[in-house]
Nanobody
Framework: QVHLVESGGGLVQAGGSLRLSCAAS????????MAWYRQAPGNERELVAV???????NYADSVKGRFTISRDNAKNTVYLQMNSLKPEDTAVYYC??????????????WGQGTQVTVSS
């Protein structure tokens, strides 16, 4: 069982910044991919950013140059630094981690979601 706890969402004015955190705990042997997704009302969940265990990153075109994903492998934690926020960034943000448990089973776990609201 792998459990994710997210934090850092909130209300911010356009142009402002927020930093999201997501800590994984449980029977974790290794984590390969850590990612952030978001879902706005009426929209499908979309990938925002992803980082591999080796540090390679990829971003949605809509957030390139404004968002930065990073991870602390020792803490099994992934971060999303969001700068120059726009009203269209308003959504519930979810983290997702994929890896293997101590008994060798693969897992893909989701956080509970954290609301990010950007006012104009």
């Amino acid at each position: 069982q792998v459990h994710l706890v997210e934090s850092g969402g909130g209300l911010v004015q356009a142009g402002g910044s927020l930093r999201l955190s997501c800590a994984a705990s449980g029977s974790i042997f290794s984590i390969n991919v850590m990612a952030w997704y978001r879902q706005a009302p009426g929209n499908e969940r979309e990938l925002v950013a992803v980082i591999t265990s080796g540090g390679s990153t990829n971003y949605a075109d809509s957030v390139k140059g404004r968002f930065t994903i990073s991870r602390d492998n020792a803490k099994n934690t992934v971060y999303l630094q969001m700068n120059s926020l726009k009203p269209e960034d308003t959504a519930v943000y979810y983290c997702n981690t994929q890896g293997r448990t101590v008994v060798g089973a693969s897992f893909s776990s989701w956080g509970q979601g954290t609301q990010v609201t950007v006012s104009s």
